[in-house]
């Protein structure tokens, strides 16, 4: 249904369509809001969601649904010919430029590893094993597994620079 969605959205360029249940409950969310708002100008996703016997996330996911969508475009603040956009706004701290330097970097230099050493790079790093899991699987001692260790990661500091 989701594939569906998105399919029509980028066939009819409209906006999504929301569930009639979804909906549903944002309103009864607005009618609640302004239920309480009479006995308090303070109202809270908490005291909605108790008010209606639901989760709080329900009532952020419901009033989220209804609300307009915004471009990336769209300009946040605009003083003397300075105009900064929402997407300025924006940073992810996974998934930033430098992260992805970093990630393509290591994947370079672990393409140059050899096979094994590669092997106990993944086991210890990717997969968070032991120096001793790692010689039971491997079949070498443990001594052997800190020497690959330590010869790759010295080769990976070089690739990097």
């Known amino acids: 249904m989701i594939l569906g969605e998105i399919k029509r959205y980028l066939r009819d360029g409209n906006s999504l369509r929301v569930s009639r249940s979804i909906r549903d409950t944002a309103y009864q969310v607005l009618k609640v809001r302004e239920k309480l708002e009479v006995d308090d100008e303070n109202v809270t996703y908490d005291k909605i969601a108790k008010e209606m016997n639901i989760a709080v996330s329900e009532v952020a996911y419901a009033l989220d649904a209804i609300s307009d969508p915004v471009s990336l475009y769209d300009p946040v603040y605009n003083k003397s010919g300075d105009t900064l956009l929402l997407m300025d706004q924006i940073f992810d701290v996974k998934n930033n430029d430098e992260v992805w330097t970093e990630k393509a970097a290591l994947y370079e230099a672990m ?34 597994v800190s020497r690959l260790e330590k010869n790759a990661l010295k080769q990976i500091k070089k690739c990097i620079g």
């Open 111 to 144: 393409q140059k590893l050899e096979k094994r050493e590669k092997e106990i790079l993944l086991l210890r790093y990717f997969e968070g094993k032991t120096q001793t899991e790692i010689s039971q699987e491997v079949g070498i001692s443990q001594a052997q």
